[in-house]
């Protein structure tokens, strides 16, 4: 049994206005070093299979296909082994 | 001319489409559920409504882009079939590629739900052939996700073949920053494909059909595809 640890954010060249809305927060409240915040989402799959590289190619499959827009989202992932 | 209104878990704007249809313009009309993979060859026009499709839970449109219905519906407009998304819809047409970009989260954060003017910039279509070029009209809009976005390149396409149906702007028909609600593209309200046979917008027609309702703009666009379809 394998996770999938799934990271989407919208592209770098869009402006992502709950970023911004959160970085400004963040600066009123006196945290002046933030420099940007991207707001993005987290995704685990448990997935059935025994080969990583398995695992892999169809976590890469359903980013592509469902899980992110690729017109506007980018996204990454870790693969973790764990028991059933 | 028989039109198909699609029924998706989330659709909350699939009875006033109905309405509109069945008696105000007083043209056949029937439900078409998400899960049906039926034969849609007896229909004339597919209306997507507007509401949360699947809740929207992980962006708009893209989970109904994959129900039963929708494969059938992408083969029906890539043979020509008639197709109008408006506001979800607009969402599940941009997710399933029959219309190019996307639509993001509002640039002000809010769920915007107002009176809007927006021009009718081309009106040599199906679906906007009974409005003057450059009219100004006025549609309700609600919507937290209309900012529609496009690449430059695709951008300049939509531009070169006239694919840019409605702009947001003002009442006297200025196209500004000011008179964008939601942070989108040139102001872009609605869009065709290229064959202009599938037509997406965020402003709600259908809501704006009726006098009684306050103001009846949006009601033209559903006679011009029956003028449009009779008249071929």
Known sequence: ?84 | MKFGVVVFPGSNCDTDCFHVIKDVIEQEVEYIWHQENKDLSNFDCIILPGGFSYGDYLRAGAIARFSNVMSKIEEFAYNGGYVIGICNGFQILTESHLLPGALIKNKNLKFICSDQYVKVVNNQTPWTNLYSKDEIINLPIAHGEGNYYIEEIQLQQLIDNNQIILQYCDKNGNISEKTNPNGSILNIAGICNKDFNVFGLMPHPERSSESILGCDDGRRIFNSIVKYYLSR
């Open chain 1, 1 to 84: 049994m394998f996770k999938a640890n799934i990271n989407i954010t919208l592209k770098k060249s869009i402006s992502d206005p709950a970023g911004i809305a959160v970085q400004n927060s963040l600066q009123n409240l006196g945290f002046d070093t933030v420099e940007k915040v991207r707001i993005g989402k987290y995704i685990e799959v448990y997935i059935n299979e025994t080969e990583i590289e398995i695992v892999k190619n169809k976590i890469d499959e359903m980013c592509r296909k469902l899980l992110t827009n690729p017109i506007m989202e980018e996204y990454s992932f870790e693969i973790l082994e764990v028991s059933k």
